[in-house]
C-alpha cells in the first residue's frame, strides 16, 4: 500500500464521516427517536409477552385435559369428557400415528397423519458436511399447528389425526409414493369433524403437490362446509410454524453468522431479523413470505395471496447443544370467511440457496443471498455471477474457475492498475526533488511554504498527486464484491481442491489440541499462504514504488494489516482466501512487467521537459499564495511587536 492507496482510503474516511456529520441528527432529535425506540419495543416486548403466556396457558390447559381424560378409567365416561373438551373434533383426537413418502429426484417428503403436516423433508442431492442425509426439517423439532375456536373451544390440529388421500392411490398399502420428471402428485390429509357425512362433507384439508425435478411445493388449505363448526366470528385462522435448524456445514459460526429470518412485505423489499442476536419482529402489514434461511439451504412459507400479519422471532442454541443453531418461529394469520368454503392457496420452498434457482421463481428469494450493498451487489449480480456460472458450464474444478475468475478480473483492471503504476513512478521521479524541498523548509512553522512548493512543483512537472487514488477508488467496489461472494456462492459447496475439501468453509491442515485467541482451533494453509503474500507485496510495493512520502509509522501499520487478515480470515471460506491468495501472486506478475514496460528514464526527460514550460497559476494556487503571503506578513508583525 503506497502513499496514493493511503489518501484513497483517507479520501473515502473523510467523505463518509463529512456526510454523517452533515446529516446527524440534533440531540433533540436523537431523544425523541429514542423515546420512540423505546417505546415501540416495551409495546412489543408486551404483545409478545401476552401472546407467549397465552400460548402456554392454552397449551397447558390442553395437556392438563387430556392428561385428565387419558386417567379416567370409564370408556363412556372418558368419551364424553374427550368430547367435552374437542367438541366437534373428539373422533379425531384419537387414532394411530402413520407416515407417508412422497418424493422427486430432489427432496423426499415424509408426512404425518396426525398433525397433517410434514415430519422431515430430506433433500436428496446435498449431504451433511459429515456426510449424513441432509434434512432441513425433524419432527421432533417441528411445530406446524392450524388454531381456531369451534363451539368455544380452541382447537390445534396438531393433535389431531387426519386422514390421507392420494389420486389413484390405495394408501391403505402404498406408503411411499414416487414423482417422475414432467409429471405432478397431490397429497392431501383431511381432518374430519363429527358431524361430516359423505352427503354433507365438511372437513379442513392440507393439500400438497410436488412436480418432478421441483424444490416448489404447492400447498392448499381449503375448507370445505365448516361455516357451522369453525366459530362464525372468526376473519382470520392462527398459524403457528416452529423449526429447530440443525447444523449442517462444518463452521457453527460462519453458518449461525448466516442464519436468521428473511421475510418480504407485500409491495415492499426483502428485509430480515439481525443474525448476530435473538429477535423479535412484528409484521403488521400483508406480507408475502417468511424464510427460515441457514448458511446453503432455506425453508420458505410464501402466500398466494398474502399473509395479514405476522409474528416471527429467533432464539438461538448454546453450542453444546448438540447440532441445533437457532429457534425459528412465525405466528402467521391468514385471512378466512367463515360464510363460505376457503381455497387458501400457498407454497413450500425446500432448497438450496444457489441464486439461479430462488431468482426463477420470480419472488426476490435470491435477495437472501448476502451479496452485498448497492454497488457490491450489482457487481455481483450483474458481472461475477454469469461469469462464474458461464466458466462452471464447462465442468471445470472449481478451483481452476476461481483462478480463471481472478486472471479475467486483473485483465480487465490492468488498465487501471497500469495508470496507478505510471502515477507513481512520476512520483518516484520526483522523489529527490521532494526531499530537496524538505531540507529547504525543515521546520514545523514552514509547512505552509513547503506544501506551497509541492504544489508548485507538480503543476510545473505536470504531476497529478492525486493521480493515483481514482485507480484504487475504482478497484476497491470489486476487492468487496469478491469478499461477499465467495462466502455465500452455493457453488462452493463441499467442493475441493488440492488440500481443501470444501471451499464454502475454512481449510484445516493442523486441527490444534486447543485454542488460540481471536485465532481458532485449526490452520487454514490459504489463509497463511494469503497472509504470507501480502507481506511480500507489502514489502515489494514500500521498495519498488516509494516516493519518501510516507507518514510516520504507516509501514509498520502496513506490515500489521497481513497479521490482522491472518486472524481475521482463518474461519472464512477457503474459496475467498485462495481468490486472495491468486490475486496477490497476479500482482507480482504485473509489477514486474511494468517494471519492463515503463521507461522511468522517459518520464523523467518529460518531466524535466515540464519543468521548462511557463506554467499558468490556477485561481487555487493564487489563493494558496496569497494566504501564505498574509501569513508571513503576520508572522514578520509579530516578530517586531516581540522586539518592541
Known amino acids: 500500500m503506497n502513499r496514493d492507496n493511503i489518501i484513497g482510503l483517507i479520501l473515502i474516511f473523510v467523505i463518509l464521516i463529512g456526510f454523517s456529520i452533515l446529516n446527524a441528527p440534533s440531540e433533540e432529535e436523537k431523544l425523541e427517536a429514542q423515546r420512540q425506540r423505546d417505546s415501540i419495543a416495551a409495546l412489543r416486548a408486551e404483545e409478545q409477552h401476552a401472546r407467549d403466556a397465552a400460548a402456554a396457558m392454552a397449551e397447558e390447559t390442553i395437556a392438563t385435559e387430556k392428561e385428565e381424560i387419558a386417567g379416567i378409567e370409564n370408556d363412556s365416561i372418558r368419551e364424553a369428557a374427550l368430547r367435552d373438551r374437542m367438541g366437534h373434533f373428539a373422533g379425531a383426537a384419537t387414532g394411530e400415528q402413520d407416515f407417508y413418502t412422497v418424493e422427486n429426484d430432489l427432496i423426499r417428503l415424509t408426512f404425518s397423519n396426525k398433525g397433517g403436516f410434514l415430519e422431515t423433508v430430506e433433500l436428496k442431492e446435498f449431504k451433511t458436511w459429515d456426510q449424513r442425509p441432509l ?24 393433535e389431531l389425526y387426519f386422514e390421507p388421500q392420494a389420486s389413484g392411490f390405495d394408501l391403505t398399502d402404498v406408503k411411499s409414493l414416487t414423482v417422475n420428471p414432467g409429471s405432478e402428485l397431490t397429497f392431501s390429509l383431511r381432518l374430519y369433524p363429527d358431524n361430516h357425512t359423505p352427503e354433507n362433507p365438511k372437513y379442513i384439508e392440507f393439500a400438497y403437490t410436488l412436480r418432478g425435478n421441483d424444490y416448489m411445493i404447492d400447498f392448499n388449505i381449503n375448507t370445505v362446509g365448516m361455516y357451522d363448526v369453525i366459530a362464525a366470528n372468526s376473519s382470520f385462522l392462527n398459524l403457528d410454524w416452529q423449526m429447530d435448524l440443525h447444523q449442517l456445514e462444518k463452521s457453527r459460526k460462519n453458518e449461525m453468522n448466516g442464519t436468521t429470518i428473511h421475510y418480504k412485505f407485500f409491495n415492499d423489499d426483502v428485509e430480515k431479523l439481525r443474525e448476530t442476536r435473538d429477535a423479535t419482529e412484528n409484521l403488521r402489514t400483508s406480507v408475502r413470505w417468511i424464510s427460515f434461511k441457514q448458511q446453503f439451504f432455506s425453508s420458505v412459507l410464501i402466500a398466494g395471496n398474502n399473509f395479514s400479519s405476522a409474528v416471527v422471532s429467533t432464539q438461538s442454541y448454546e453450542e453444546a447443544q448438540d447440532e441445533l443453531l437457532r429457534r425459528m418461529t412465525a405466528a402467521i394469520d391468514i385471512p378466512y370467511n367463515p360464510r363460505e368454503n376457503n381455497f387458501i392457496p400457498m407454497h413450500f420452498y425446500f432448497g438450496p ?35 462464474f456460472n458461464y466458466l462452471d458450464s464447462f465442468n471445470l474444478n472449481y478451483g481452476i474457475i476461481i483462478l480463471i475468475l481472478t486472471l479475467l478480473l486483473k485483465l480487465v483492471l490492468f488498465p ?34 513547503k506544501q506551497q512548493a509541492q504544489m508548485a512543483l507538480y503543476k510545473k512537472a505536470g504531476v497529478n498527486p492525486m493521480a493515483g487514488c481514482v485507480p484504487m477508488l475504482l478497484q476497491f467496489p470489486f476487492l468487496i464484491a469478491m469478499f461477499r461472494f465467495f462466502p455465500s456462492s452455493f457453488e462452493l459447496r463441499q467442493e475441493g481442491f488440492l488440500w481443501a475439501d470444501d471451499l464454502s468453509t475454512y481449510d484445516s491442515i493442523i486441527d490444534l489440541p486447543f ?39 504507516m509501514k509498520t501499520m502496513m506490515y500489521f494489516m497481513p497479521v490482522m487478515l491472518l486472524f481475521i480470515f482463518n474461519d472464512f471460506a477457503s474459496g475467498l482466501s485462495y481468490y486472495y491468495f491468486l490475486a496477490n501472486v497476479i500482482t507480482f506478475g504485473q509489477m514486474f512487467a511494468f517494471r519492463y514496460m515503463i521507461d522511468e528514464d522517459k518520464i523523467r526527460r518529460r518531466i524535466e521537459e515540464n519543468k521548462k514550460k511557463p506554467v499558468k497559476k490556477s485561481s487555487w494556487q493564487k489563493r494558496l499564495e496569497e494566504m501564505s503571503k498574509k501569513q508571513q506578513q503576520m508572522q514578520q508583525q509579530q516578530q517586531k511587536r516581540k522586539k518592541r
Not at 136 to 156: E, P
Not at 377 to 384: A, K, L, Q
Open 135 to 158: 434434512k432441513l426439517l425433524y419432527g421432533d423439532n417441528n411445530i406446524f399447528n392450524l388454531q381456531f375456536y369451534s363451539a368455544n373451544r380452541l382447537i390445534s390440529t396438531r
Open 515 to 553: 485454542e488460540i485467541p481471536w485465532y481458532g482451533e485449526h490452520v487454514s494453509l490459504f489463509t497463511l499462504l494469503m497472509a504470507v503474500s501480502t507481506v511480500i507485496y507489502t514489502h515489494m510495493n514500500s521498495q519498488m514504488m516509494s516516493t519518501g512520502t510516507q507518514m510516520p509509522g
Open 416 to 449: 487501471i492498475a497500469f495508470k496507478t503504476y505510471v502515477s507513481q513512478a512520476r512520483m518516484r521521479v520526483l522523489k529527490p526533488d521532494i526531499e530537496e524541498l524538505s531540507q529547504k523548509f525543515p521546520k514545523k512553522e514552514d509547512a505552509m511554504k
Open 353 to 387: 440457496n444457489h441464486f439461479n434457482t430462488l431468482k426463477a421463481y420470480d419472488l426476490k428469494l435470491e435477495e437472501q443471498i448476502p451479496l452485498g450493498w448497492a454497488l457490491f451487489g450489482w457487481i455481483n449480480r450483474f458481472i461475477v455471477i454469469p461469469v
